[in-house]
Nanobody, 125 residues
């Protein structure tokens, strides 16, 4: 399985961040993986944002839940992240990742089986 994420590199405060993660080499529905979004702000550790399961169930970080939405497009074998009302504190490298187990809040890299390469998102006026 390979993951590739992309999205806008630069946003202004109050805008909505939309990221897409394409999955290659495995179906997002029948491979029975959990598909997560994780970010790493500059100089800080990994922050788990949320996950969508192979069946479409979603779980979010309590601290981001009010601003976050994760969805999937099964026809394209992709899943997406939307983060509304961004601020400079949302500046980070954003990763998509896949795991065979559902571990809410996991921020240890080896708990995930596959990672995307990461995409830099900067929020600045």
């Amino acid at each position: 399985v390979q993951l590739q994420e992309w999205g806008p590199g630069l946003l202004k405060p109050s805008q909505t961040l939309s990221l897409t993660c394409a999955v290659y080499g495995g179906s997002i529905t029948t491979s029975y993986y959990y598909w997560s979004w994780i970010r790493q702000p500059p100089g800080k550790g990994l922050e788990w944002m949320g996950v969508i399961s192979y069946s479409g169930s979603t779980y979010y970080s309590p601290s981001l839940k009010s601003r976050t939405s994760i969805a999937r497009d099964t026809s394209k074998n992709q899943f997406t992240l939307q983060l509304v009302s961004v601020t400079p504190e949302d500046t980070a490298v954003y990763y998509c990742a896949a795991s065979k187990r559902l571990i809410l809040g996991a921020t240890t890299k080896n708990l995930y089986d596959y990672w995307g390469q990461g995409t830099q998102v900067t929020v600045s006026s």
